[in-house]
């Protein structure tokens, strides 16, 4: 099974910066895509930015310009860099993974795997 740990969050001032990891490990035969996730108290979690195993990014109209994904292919690592944090980025970020793993002897089904999540705490 895949397994993808998060670190990296914290409690940062208005106007700081972070940078979040998400290493994922286990037995993984392709990487479709990885991206980060946020969870605002009381609110749906949503897509923050995804980056695909060919690099191309799409990123949440609300962190355009101030944060920025990336991946390291060859460690499975992905990477969110946020500047210029504001208070409303305070949420629980979760990593996300979508791709496949071999079973036995063939690659499984293209499935969805999640980090247990970081907290990103905005302070004044």
Not at 48 to 58: E, K, P, Q, R
Not at 87 to 103: I, K, Q, S
Request: include cysteine; aromatic fraction near 10%; proline fraction near 2%.
């Amino acid at each position: 099974q895949v397994q993808l740990v998060e670190s990296g969050g914290g409690l940062v001032q208005a106007g700081g910066s972070l940078r979040l990891s998400c290493a994922a490990s286990g037995n993984i035969f392709s990487i479709s895509a990885m991206g980060w996730y946020h969870q605002a108290p009381g609110k749906q979690r949503e897509l923050v930015a995804v980056i695909t195993g060919g690099g191309s990014t799409n990123y949440a109209d609300s962190v355009k310009g101030r944060f920025t994904i990336s991946r390291d292919n060859a460690k499975n690592t992905v990477y969110q860099h946020m500047n210029s944090l504001k208070p409303e980025d305070t949420a629980v970020y979760y990593c996300n993974l979508h791709g496949r793993w071999w079973d036995d002897a063939r690659p499984g089904k293209e499935e969805d795997y999640w980090g247990q999540g970081t907290q990103v705490t905005l302070s004044s």
